[in-house]
């Protein structure tokens, strides 16, 4: 079932309202919010709004309609560098939360898929299949390939991970086969999740969807390696 994002003390219905908590990458072009004004006994105990997203994939029936704090779990949204804790809390069914199906945007980057501690596949975004336009360097002339702009901040995510890998000198497979505890890689597994689900910190944590393995799991298909470590393998075994 989809969550529900609760926004304390907010009376204004926009996108830009999302976007001002970092909220920005819930919104998908082909599904516009649903709002509801909360009057009293929000999960933070006071008013106001709920704004939901019905997935393109599955039917209207599979959003909830309003609070029931009983049947719902809520979390609250944590800290993010100048955005305070609590600007939001996001909530779902505790008989059914939230699957990869629910949460899928209309427009999906093709990708890897890595299971999670749900046991789910989720798809994540390779940041080489992300539309790309052609330029033209300035140095050389010369054409060349860039990321669209709205991915561009991704897929330079994706060099920064890069950069770090090539650095340990090892090759596709046993990079696959290695389990690394990395710094800041959660954050980044859920902007790469984020890529092609209406999905949050606090909902990847509230689901426990996480771990080491996953994280690196994750990063290993953005950047394109799990792709490369596929590819090596078929040719040996051809």
């Known amino acids: 079932m989809n969550p529900l994002i609760y926004i304390p003390g907010q009376a204004i219905r926009s996108d830009d309202t999302l976007k001002g908590l970092g909220l920005g990458s819930l919104l998908d072009p082909d599904v516009s919010p649903l709002w509801a004004d909360v009057h009293a006994n929000g ?20 959003s909830p309609t309003g609070l029931n704090l009983e049947a719902q779990v809520w979390h609250e949204a944590a800290k993010s560098q100048e955005l305070p804790r609590g600007r939001f809390w996001i909530g779902w069914d505790k008989a059914n939360p939230p699957t990869p199906q ?35 360097d300035v140095e ?3 054409e060349i390939r860039l990321p669209q702009s709205q991915f561009a901040p991704y897929v330079d995510q994706c060099r920064f991970w890069e950069a770090f890998f090539n650095e340990s000198d090892q090759t596709p497979e046993d990079l ?21 689900y209406r ?19 994750i990063i290993l298909a ?8 596929g590819i090596e393998r078929e040719k040996k075994t051809t």
């Open 176 to 196: 696959v086969d290695t389990l690394l505890t990395l710094p800041g890689g959660m954050r980044f597994a859920v902007d790469a999740l984020a890529m092609n």
């Open 43 to 62: 999960p933070d105990g006071g008013r106001g709004l709920l704004v939901f997203f019905d997935c393109p994939h599955t039917p209207r029936t599979s």
């Open 199 to 217: 999905i949050t910190t606090e909902l990847a944590d509230g689901l426990e969807l996480l771990g080491d393995r996953q994280v690196f799991d």
């Open 140 to 142: 050389t002339g010369e």
């Open 102 to 136: 629910d949460l899928r945007k209309s427009k999906a980057t093709p990708g890897e898929l890595v299971e999670l501690l749900d046991n789910r596949e989720w798809e994540v975004a390779v940041a080489s299949f992300v539309p790309h336009r052609r330029g033209i």
């Open 222 to 229: 953005a950047i394109g390696v799990t792709t490369m470590a």
